[in-house]
Structure formats: C-alpha cells, structure tokens
C-alpha cells in the first residue's frame, strides 16, 4: 500500500514538472516567407481562383492581418527588414538586389532575429531562399543560423556571372513551364547547404518540397528545446516549378499550380507541428517579401484591391497578405486591421520571449505583440516607403500616405547654343486616404496641401536620421 502511494506521489511530482517545464519553456518561431506572392493570392485574402485550405485554416485558427506592410517593394532589403528589423537603409541593404557579381551582403554585425534566438539556446535554422549576400563571410551560418539550406539569391540567376539566361517574359516562361527539364537545362542556380555548393544547378521542380523537408526534420530533431526555422520559398518568383507528379501542364494556371503546391508543403510543417504536440507553444508567421510581379502575368500573381505590384511604393508593392497562428496564444478567426509589418518582427520576438534587444543601435522596428492577441491600437503611426533603388519617396501617417514621385533629373539640354541645363522637374504628389481608399484611386493632394507640407518635412527628417546613423555593410575585401 505505502509503495503504491509512493509510486502514485512520484508520478504526480512528474507531471507537476513537466507542466512547470512546458511552461517555462520559451516558444519556438516558424516564418514561412514566400517570394514575389500578391495580396490577392490566398483564399483567405479573397482569391477566387487559387485554393489555399492550409493558410485559410490556419487564419480560421488564428489571426489575419490585413495591413502589413514590407520595408521595400523587392527581395534583398525587404529580406534586410525582416531579419534585422531595420529600415533598410540603415543597415546599408536599400540599393536594389543582390547578383551573383555583387561584393556585398548583410554584416554579421547586424543582430538578427536568428542572432536573438541563438543567445537564448535555441536551435535555428534556414531554408530557402537567402538573398542577403552570397559570399560565405554573408551567409545564413554568419548571421545567427545553425545551418542553411537554399538557393542563395534569386531563383533566376545563374552562377558565377548570371550569364546565359533563357528569354524572359511570361511568353518565355510559357516555354520554360511546357519544359520541366529546363531547370536543368537552361539554368545555372545553386544550391547550397552551410557554405558549399551541393547541386549546380538545382532542380526547381523539388526545391519547395526539399527546404520543406528539411524544416521537417528540424522541427523533429530539435523538438526538445526551443527552435526558430525560417523558411524563405524561392517561389512563386519566375520560374516556376513544382514536381513533376503535380504540375498542371497549362503554362496559364502555372502560379496557381504553383502556390497551391506551397500551401500544401507549408501543410507539412504544421501537420509535424501538431503530431509533435508542439502547437501551443509555436508561434507560426507567414508573409511574402513584396507584391506580385505583375509584368509576368500569369506566371505573377494578384495585388487584389491595391495599386500596382512589385517595383513600386504603391500598397500593392508592399502591403502583403499575413496571417500568424498559435492556437492557445492568438484568438481564433481573428482579424487586425492596425498597422504592422515584417520590421516589426524582431523586437516583438524578443518581447514574447522576455528579453531585451542591444541598446548599442537602433532599430526601426515596433514591439507590436499586444496585435497579436488583443484589439489595442497599433504602436506603428509611422511608415517610410522607399523605392527599389532605396531612395526615399513616401509616408504613411495614420490614414493618411504620401508619395513624392520624382518626373527624372534635369539634364543640359542637348543642342542647345547655351548648353544651361533644363529647369529641374516639380515632384508630383499623391496624397491617399488609405481607411477610405485602398486602392489609392483619388490624389487627394490638392485638397490638403496643409497635410502634404507635414507629411513631407516629416518624411525628410526620418530619413535624414536613418542617413546619419546608417550602419556599413560587408563588402569583400578588394571589391
């Protein structure tokens, strides 16, 4: 009798510990991040066409968030914001995207979302597409990761030189999508794992599977201790693939194929998530790094309601759809209207796992964990919008957004006797009011001249701040 109330006293002081241990135990962090998808490409964000069950589950489950925005309109500096939670600028990554010819890339330096985690014991991985500099002194492994897997810039550059590209254009996609073994063929992207190469080129066709399984076993792995896995998909970037067993054989539902095959892979991970009993304790993010490209047209995706695509500073260059899931922490069938972003990530990471970000440089993100299970008004007022090149040309406030569009720089008027210069030419400013107008259709400029003026100065000292104190990147010794 007394060794049956001892036993039964153990065994009750074990599941008392175990509960205090899940407790204590810091949450892991999934971010799904996919490349080059519209704002209109989830049936949760109104597609009628691509059929998305997993991430509208998961928006059923947990949170929606229908103004998030990214820190520019392409790969490199928007993948800058995210992970170090800084306007791009001021880490040095504003200028465009990075080639396989570039001498640049992220500064270890840089605190990472990835750098955060790893001081904590977590265990971190990534897996996908890195685009952050592809010399080894820039890769994942630099900057916080304990390994990497992926495609280390854009799946449409060939290595070393980005030489010897197939045509371009949704017609030539047509012919790349009708020919699966062009991935083979007619390209010659890497693949690498840590810091070698492993496959020259890559076969596109399993890429999304292969990263996906890879994040799998992670998860497995690592199912003991805290983990954060990101996983930046190559696609939906032009060119497209997917397996072959799933490919429709239409080039004209090629992107729909495609994201299909994404929601399906992203199913995968949370299935592990779940069979592992993981689910409360694991926050899952999925956004994309910009608006659709919408020159591509089929082969590119849907802004929905918003202006325009990638490329621009119009919202549907950088609004993108998001939705976080964490059943237990994030209310079910949720929807944040507020104004948030992917520069918001880092210092809401480091607030849900109770620790203080360097106080030896600032960054721009916004703790906004309070979004996340609760109806409080965003900490974001402010936004800047930076044009793909990184120059300065817009601002949100509240409702409202301001663009200054430039009409290009005066030249010396060729055949002129005089040879002056033209007159410089006025900017032209877009002024919307974005609660009554998301599809930025009416220049309100005109009637607000007063909101204009403040909008504008303000804009200016932002970036005149974000200028002074930017931080270098790396660049390769000699370059």
């Known amino acids: 009798m007394q060794t049956r109330i001892l036993l039964f006293l153990l065994s009750l002081l074990g599941i008392c510990h175990f509960s205090a241990f899940a407790e204590d135990r810091k949450p892991n962090f999934v971010i799904i991040f996919t490349d080059d998808q519209g704002y209109g490409d989830l049936g949760c964000f109104g597609s009628e066409t691509i059929r998305t069950p997993v991430l509208d589950q998961l928006a059923e489950e947990g949170r929606k968030f229908t103004n998030f925005l990214v820190a520019s309109p392409v790969c490199t500096p928007s993948r800058a914001a995210l992970l170090t939670g800084s306007y791009p600028k001021r880490v040095g990554m504003h200028q465009h995207v990075l080639f396989p010819s570039s001498k640049k890339g992220l500064n270890p330096e840089e605190h990472t979302i990835a750098d955060h985690l790893k001081q904590q014991g977590y265990a971190t991985a990534c897996f996908g597409k890195w685009h952050l500099g592809h010399h080894p002194e820039t890769l ?6 304990d390994t990497y897997y992926g495609i280390p810039y854009s799946n449409d550059m060939n290595h070393p030189d980005n030489k010897g590209k197939p045509k371009g254009g949704p017609d030539g996609m047509d012919i790349l999508w009708n020919d699966p073994e062009s991935t083979l063929t007619k390209w010659k992207t890497p693949l690498i794992e ?5 496959e020259l080129p890559v076969d596109q066709r399993t890429i999304t599977r292969r990263c996906t ?26 060119p497209l693939y997917v397996p072959d067993e799933v490919r429709d054989p239409d080039p004209k539902r090629a992107y729909i194929n495609t994201i299909e095959h994404i929601d399906t892979e992203i199913g995968r991970v949370i299935e592990k998530i779940r069979e592992l009993e993981l689910a409360e304790n694991t926050y899952v993010i999925f956004t994309t790094d910009n608006g659709p490209w919408l020159s591509f047209k089929h082969h590119g995706g849907s802004a929905g309601p918003l202006r325009d695509g990638k490329g621009t500073t119009f919202e549907g260059g950088q609004r993108v759809p998001c939705v976080m899931w964490a059943p237990g922490k994030i209310p079910a069938g949720t929807v944040c209207d507020e104004v948030a972003g992917t520069i918001d990530l880092l210092p809401t990471i480091a607030a849900l796992t109770d620790t203080p970000l360097p106080d030896d440089r ?3 993100g916004l703790d906004i964990s309070a ?3 609760s109806d409080s008004a965003s900490p974001r007022n402010e936004f800047l919008y930076y044009t793909s090149r990184g120059a300065i040309e817009g601002i949100r406030q509240g409702k409202w957004k301001l663009l200054v569009k430039s009409q290009g720089r005066g030249k010396k008027g060729k055949g002129k006797a005089d040879g002056k210069a033209k007159a410089a030419p006025q900017p032209v400013y877009l002024l919307f009011d974005l609660d009554a107008d998301i599809g930025e259709s009416t220049n309100l400029a005109e009637d607000h001249p007063d909101v204009v003026r403040k909008l504008e100065a303000r804009m200016k000292e932002l970036d005149a701040e974000i200028e002074e104190n930017a931080r270098p990147t790396w660049v390769k010794e000699g370059a």
């Open 213 to 238: 399984t890879k994040a799998v076993e992670f998860i497995e792995k690592n199912q003991e201790q805290p983990f954060f896995v990101y996983l930046p998909y190559s696609m939906p970037h032009i």
């Open 140 to 145: 994942p492994r630099q900057n916080g990761f």
């Open 362 to 364: 600032k960054i721009d």
């Open 194 to 198: 840590d810091e070698e190469i492993v």
């Open 371 to 373: 979004l996340l299970d």
